[in-house]
């Protein structure tokens, strides 16, 4: 059996693990096709060592990792840093890993805040979803300006 790994964090203020673990509960496969391992560390920069972790010792064929990023410039720099981390975990374990991070400056409302995370985290933790299982999912959608956490964009067209 296949393994998801989902992994969040203690920083952030929205429980986004929960949600891509529900997202991923609802998929048809699961429990079947594969299970889910989740992970918390404590803030995003402990994000790229655990999706290492994840792949080499428990196995996952992909992970979505989960931050929260918080309103200081000192966090976008680490937010970058943690950015960082999670693409070398992917070229060294040739795995992918989704980023799935939303900044808590994103939105003043904390409830539009909360709905973004809940979006964004079941959205990408679909995309992981697709890409083992459904590619065709994300072949249907490219270039169609599609988003997480806001409503999509929609296509341009050359005129």
Not at 18 to 45: D, M, Y
Not at 76 to 98: D, K
Request: proline residues 4%.
């Amino acid at each position: 059996m296949d393994r998801i790994g989902v992994v969040d964090t203690m920083f952030a203020r929205y429980d986004m693990g929960s949600e891509a673990v529900a997202e991923l509960q609802a998929c048809e496969g699961h429990g079947v096709l594969f299970e889910i391992i989740r992970r918390t560390v404590p803030g995003f920069k402990d994000l790229g060592v655990e999706c290492k972790r994840l792949v080499e010792i428990d196995g996952c064929r992909i992970v979505v990792a989960l931050g929260m990023p918080g309103k200081a410039a000192i966090d976008q720099v680490c937010a970058h840093e943690a950015s960082q981390g999670i693409m070398l975990a992917q070229l060294l374990t040739n795995t992918h890993v989704l980023e799935v991070f939303v900044h808590e400056n994103e939105e003043e409302d904390p409830e539009r805040l909360a709905a973004v995370c809940a979006d964004r985290a079941r959205k990408h933790a679909l995309n992981a979803y697709w890409m083992l299982y459904e590619p065709e999912q994300l072949l249907a959608r490219a270039g169609k300006g599609v988003r997480q956490g806001y409503p999509d964009a929609g296509p341009i067209s050359a005129s």
